[in-house]
Structures are given as structure tokens and as C-alpha cells.
């Protein structure tokens, strides 16, 4: 998930920094939140197979929007199931049988249809974000060399992803995969 040059600027504290050097540095710390995580945390249609024999399926995507509706099929049958026969935790991503029952038993037994995900950057990931273009700016991974006064950059040529500090990682577990 993209954020804005300017949310890194009010993350950091910091709105005089160069808008040229944050349009390569922005996204290149997004894109290795995203790897981190696992997943692209931008709400997006998601259809997944998961496992039966227990009282919950634990989605990997969350949290689930709740329109349009999450719809479950066994996958064994074809059937669809019906959304009485089972509750939807939005904000964990699990789905629970009504009334303790279980889901069938079976590998990759259900198919599930939803939509997860975060329409804007939850704070968290923004300031996970801006620390990464933090450390990317003094030096610890993605920069070569810097200069002063009518500023230039060069970025490295390593290939290196931008790197994760643990402060960041901290604020980015909360998004990674199942």
C-alpha cells in the first residue's frame, strides 16, 4: 500500500525534506514494508482455500470489509454455505461455526470469497514507512551518497532492498500473513 510524500513528512516530524528525493525513497519503503508483511494490505478482492475440522477458519487477509459479504463454499460439494450457519469476526479475519459446531473435516475443505484489507494507510503502517525512508536517508541501505547545498543523491546500484529496522518491523507485525 502506497502512502504520500507528506504523510512521511508528518510521520517523521519533518516537512522541509526534499519532495524529489521522497519520490524515489516513498515508494521504494513501501514496497519493502510489503515484502515484509507478505501481503498488499490495500483492500482488494481476496478468494482463498483453507483447511475444515475446527470451529474457525482463520483467513490470512484482514480485516474483512463487510460489503460486499464474505461468502463460503465446500469446495467437496460445491455447495455454497450459508451465511447463517456461520459468524464473521471483520476485524481478525476468522470465521466461527454458529453454535460450536465445526466445519467439516478436510484439506483445503472451504473456498472463501471476501474483500480485505485497509482502504487508507493505518497509521502504523505510515510511520513503519516513514522510519524505513528514514534509515534509507542516513544511510543504512538504499542510499550510496548524499551532498549538500543544491542536494543530489545516487541510489544504490546493489540491489539491496530498503532496510526494516526492528522499530519499523515492531509497527509492521501487526499486518504480516498467517
Known sequence: MQVSSQSVKAALGDTSLNQEQLA?????????????????????????????????????????????????????????????????DEAAGIVTRTYGRCWERGHQRYRVEYVAGYKNAPYAWTAAVADIVAGMMHGQGGMKSESD????????????????????????SKFQLR
Request: glycine share 10%; aromatic share 8%.
Open 24 to 88: 524515489i525513497l516513498v515508494p521504494a519503503a513501501c514496497e519493502a514494508a510489503q515484502s515484509w508483511v507478505g501481503w498488499d494490505i490495500e483492500l482488494q478482492a481476496r478468494s482463498v482455500i483453507v483447511n475444515g475440522g475446527s470451529t474457525s477458519l482463520h483467513l490470512p487477509h484482514w480485516p474483512i470489509a463487510s460489503d460486499p459479504a464474505l461468502t463460503v463454499f465446500d469446495v467437496f460439494t460445491g455447495q455454497m454455505i450459508g451465511s447463517q450457519a456461520y459468524m464473521v
Open 149 to 172: 547545498l543544491g542536494y543530489s543523491y545516487v541510489l544504490s546500484e546493489s540491489g539491496a532492498a530498503a532496510p526494516v529496522s526492528g522499530k519499523a518491523s515492531g509497527m509492521l
